[in-house]
């Protein structure tokens, strides 16, 4: 039997045409938005099952685990749907930086208001 995402989940997501909803990442303990990413009712279902952050590429076109490569694991400690059922909120403990860069968190530019 092929595993699927729960019926009663998927029927609350609003996916976008590629089938995707964004997720952010926070870290549970300090309320730090770590980084944003995509899943797929794939994504989520494994996710769900394992407690490791597991998301959609769009530039690789593959699923990866946070951390496999890097180290740098994100074990989910919860997951939360928006109001609207087209964003997840993933409360993590984040092993290391969260960003590709090496920074801790993705979100670390600045911009000026007008």
Do not use: N
């Not at 092993?95 to 968190?105: E, F, L, N, R």
């Amino acid at each position: 039997m092929t595993e699927t995402l729960a019926p009663e989940i998927a029927a609350r997501l609003k996916r976008d045409p590629d089938g995707l909803v964004a997720v952010i990442a926070q870290q549970h303990d300090t309320g730090e938005v770590l980084m944003l990413a995509w899943m797929d009712d794939e994504a989520l279902r494994r996710t769900l099952a394992t407690g490791r952050a597991t998301y959609w590429s769009r530039s690789r076109g593959e699923y990866w685990v946070k951390g496999d490569t890097s180290g740098h694991v994100q074990r989910v400690l919860s997951v939360h749907l928006d109001c609207d059922g087209d964003a997840l909120l993933l409360k993590v403990d984040q092993t290391g930086p969260a960003c590709h860069t090496g920074a801790p968190s993705c979100f670390f530019t600045p911009l000026e208001l007008a």
